[in-house]
């Protein structure tokens, strides 16, 4: 008579295990070979469906022993975001619901074992992510950690009405307030609108991975701000709240037109004849930097506050 069977009874699918019985020389066979096939001489059963079948070893008719092996099934497949950034985060699903999760390697990514939310680490490249059931059945999917882009090159302030340049590779640019500061999503080019302060972002337009800086427009102020002044004109108070007086040492003041940042206009005026003292009300301005077009020629900077 053959010895009980031994070794392991419960496998999951698509996994193989070694079964067992004393004295050798004798024959396996499975009840049911589309649940758990078996060599019928090694005694190697592979589970190919769930559910249960009966395993038999043979001496002779009649001289056997049997045990009962049960095929479980395999989690659902991982799905969610299979990349994410280095030091941040993002969302891995199991329909099955009841299992947990591990990472192969916790210095490329960690993993909430309950929740299935994937951090990327310090490091960057591909991490097996398992999630494991209650019968020990589990299931992988490689999840792509990429690095964050190089770090910001260049000021971080600049004043109203000027610019400067910040620097990065193999990405875009962006402003999240272009009121305060407009950027040239391709050269990085940074024109200060108003004051205040905007976060510039650079895109990798590879991995989608961003980093950000904080930047700061400043007023700059000076008592008359000037591009041109050959008419000898004076512009006060500058900068202005409720209204500007422009005054002329020279030629008549004929015409008048004032632009923001953007060049929308913003006002025009037809001032009298011989007119050489104007005041204009500013009041209903936003705050920011203005030019002012005196006589189609000369060009002059006012900041409303």
Known sequence: M?????????????VSTTLNATPAGGLWSSSDVFIAPVNYTTGVVTGIAAGASILTYS?????????????DSLPAPIT?????????????????????????????????????????????????????????CIIT???????????????????????????DFNGVWSSNDPFVATIDSSSGLVTGISPGTSTIIYTDTTTGCIITTLFTVSPCYTSVAQINNTNQIDIFPNPATTSLTIQSSHEPITQIAITNLLGQT????????????????????????????????????????
């Not at 975001?81 to 947990?100: E, M, W, Y």
């Open 2 to 14: 053959p010895s009980a069977i031994t070794g392991t009874t419960t496998v999951c699918l698509d």
């Open 59 to 71: 001496l002779a008719p009649g001289c056997l022993s049997t045990t009962f092996v049960t095929v």
């Open 80 to 136: 969610g975001a299979l990349s994410v950034c280095a030091g941040l985060s993002a969302q891995l699903i199991d329909s099955s619901f009841i299992g947990t999760w591990s990472s192969g390697n916790t210095s490329i990514a960690t993993i909430g074992s309950a929740t299935g939310i994937v951090t990327g680490g310090s490091g960057f490249g591909i991490v097996t992510i398992t999630y494991t059931l209650p019968t020990g």
């Open 141 to 167: 999917n490689n999840v792509t950690v990429d690095p964050l882009p190089y770090t910001i090159l260049g000021p971080d302030s600049v004043c109203a009405g000027l610019t400067t340049t910040l620097t």
């Open 266 to 305: 913003l006002y025009t005026q037809q001032p009298i004849a011989n007119c050489k003292l104007l005041s204009i009300n500013c009041t209903a301005f936003p705050t920011g930097v203005y030019f002012i077009k005196i006589n189609s020629t000369e060009v002059h900077k006012f900041v409303k506050e």
